[in-house]
């Protein structure tokens, strides 16, 4: 079994930083709405949980990765 690395740090209400072996990323939000994330790697996620078991999310890539 790999070893794997990633810690998150809450830098402001609503605001993570999350930290892992090749990237960073920071996301905002998500308590009664959407939560988006930013990564150092360019990707962009929205998700947000839906009642049930349902969720929702979109991700874009906007470097060529």
């Avoid at 605001?15 to 960073?24: M, P």
């Avoid at 009664?32 to 009642?51: A, C, K």
Wanted: glycine share 12%; charged share 25%.
């Amino acid at each position: 079994m790999p070893l794997t690395f990633r810690k998150s740090f809450r830098i402001l209400p609503g605001v993570r930083l999350n930290i892992n072996k090749h990237s960073w990323s920071l996301t905002t939000g998500g308590k009664n709405g959407p939560r988006h994330t930013r990564s150092s790697s360019g990707r962009r996620t929205t998700s947000m949980d839906l009642p049930g078991p349902f969720g929702w999310r979109r991700t874009r890539s906007t470097k060529g990765h």
